[in-house]
């Protein structure tokens, strides 16, 4: 995955010399999650630049090169750091294009590492893909497989306003296919169908897609049922057809994110296929989710607080 | 150069006389225009908060008449003067704070917010110091485009307690960014007597971040004139960025619900013994470059233009609610289908 990423970068500041990329630690060091790796030899530091600790400071330099007229990628380290970047991110990214009548656009892509499960604790194991994507203005993109998080990247170079693009930590060593092809671009909006059945709809989005999958192999294989699971790739915009129709065709949903059940992003979705599948459903729609405490360090601790597959298997059972 | 002192700024030669009746022109057309908009608000066409700058008008003519017209600018929420100052046309700025059509952002923005990028004015912004890292990023482009435009930044004394103020100015400064800081230090951030929020004065703060930082006057057109050229040559040359710290006053309340409990009547009296456009109009005579009479003239001009703004928003209609999700990916709304 990580490579995906690198090279998705790498051709887009090949294909266009407006693309820069700024953060911490992204040059000599290669980024945290070492996907700027080599970026610095090839570019140079005033194309991969570090910066200081400065989140909001390097946030609001992103949205100010863009609307000079530059195409910058922001690295924030984790998706925990983006708390004390939101200023930038909520009041000033997202609204400037709206709130100036459409005279100014803000075509920045901000990168960002989330999720828990390496026993880092409550600070460093956030999954907000959800909150970010509770703010009009933003295009929120979650891959789930190298090739898409490549096709997504990319195509996030190419939006005129800014992109708050997550990856997963646990996602940086997956392996995939991955096209070579420098126009390969995934477009928005647009969820794919990872899996056919005729039981149960899975949705996920970047890591949950996989428990999705994994539990879909599991109630196949102990259970002889089959489910349809549904990668969304970006929750906003938010490819609301692609599962209305699994859904109509099903009558079961089952919405699986790691971030916090209360609020969460899994209860947009429950709503929405409530308002446009109610008389299709079977059960209720049900929401696998991460439990509602601060990720504790604990492994069995933090293991129970994340969801997984058999949680979906428990769920999808709990509604035939 | 001297850092962290208040240094004379002063450089060549004063300017012409014509320079003169421009700035006068534009003190006299915003201080018009915020009374205006003092009475428009009490006639309930403009809502919302509404903060004006009368008093403070020489730092905006001063600061941005010495700017290049590439040369971009962010400001904070008290901006219609810097609007104005840029050769925003008061129209466009009173239709927007009339929320009209043909407004500068077509009612999307009000007051706060006013945009006009065909002048490179990128904006006023109401998050207190939120601004100022999109300063240094302009700085950026500038300096990674490789051409010698700046970017000018306008914020108020009470940006400085932010940790944005401190991100974007030691940004600016390691990465030499050709950023004119300046701080209209009014005197309070809301009722807040600068003095009360700040460890330190203000450019001594700036200056610790290792660019040449200034104290001026204010309230002195000409000297805020000269200042921001001076610096603006100093940035442009590479040096890195330059703060200017802007000694001024305003003579309403920070906003139209302000019941000015934190000062008295005699310290804004005080203050108005030193009016800008007072001070401009005194030196003019003095130097034989304007009389009663023209003077008259050009108060007389600035009211027609003013009117004529408050007749062109009346006029504008509405946006219509069609328009509600111009501008934004629209999302599904929860019809069925
Ligand atoms: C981050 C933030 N905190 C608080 C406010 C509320 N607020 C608006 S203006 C203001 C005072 C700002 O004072 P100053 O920067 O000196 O500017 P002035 O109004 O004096 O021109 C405050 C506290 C805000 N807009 N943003
Ligand atoms: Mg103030």
Redesign the pocket.
Known sequence: MREAIREAMREEMLRDQRVFLMGEDIGAYGGSYACTRGLLDEFGPERVRDTPISESGIVGAGVGAALAGFIPMVEIMTINFSLVAL?QIVNNASKLHYMSGGQVNVPLVLRMASGGGSQLGATHSHSLEGMFAHFPGLTVVCPAFPGDAKGLLKRSFREPNPVVFIEHTALYGARGEVPDDPEHLVEFGQASMVRSGTDVTLVGYSGSVHQCYRAADMLSAEHGLTADVIDLRTIRPLDMSTVVSSVRRTNRAVVVEDDWKFGGFAGEIAAQIMERAFDWLDAPVARVAGKDVPMPYNRNLEYAALPSEEDVVEAVLAML | MSVGQAIPTTVGEPPDGDLQQQFLYEMLLIRRFEEKCAEMYTRGKIRGFL?LYTGEEACAVGAINALRADDKIVT???DHGHALARGVEPNRIMAELFARVGGTNEGRGGSMHIFDVSRNFLGGY?????HMPIATGLGLAANLSGEDWAALCI?????VG?GEFHEALNLAAIWKLPVVWFC???G???GVP?DDSLANDVYKIAASYQMPSVRIDGMDVLEVYSATQLALAHVREGNGPYFIEALTY?YRG?SMADPELYRTKAEVEEYRKRDAIERLKRSMIADGLLDETNYQALVARVDAEVDEAVAFADASPEPGLHTLYDHITKEYEGDAE
């Open positions: 200023d | 903060h904070h929420y008290r109401a998050i207190v110091a939120g914020f108020g004394d009470g940006g932010e209209e230090n009014n309070y951030g809301m600068f305003r920070h």
